[in-house]
């Protein structure tokens, strides 16, 4: 069974924001500690961006 390592820093902050273009593709544009800073920033992302689909994911370790 092939297992996924997580980085320290993704380990420390497992919130993100992410550019979804599909189900598939996406970019992380920052990663966060907290849910709330996540969110924080996507509100202020969405104003800068308002064409863009952002959204605020968390990255779970998969085995």
Known sequence: MKRQTKTYRTALAPWAVVQWF????????????????????LT???RLMPEADLRVIV???QD
């Open 44 to 46: 202020v992302l969405q």
């Open 22 to 41: 599909s189900p598939k593709e996406r970019t992380v544009i920052h990663r966060f500690r907290s849910r709330s800073d996540a969110d924080g920033h």
């Open 59 to 61: 990255d779970v370790e």
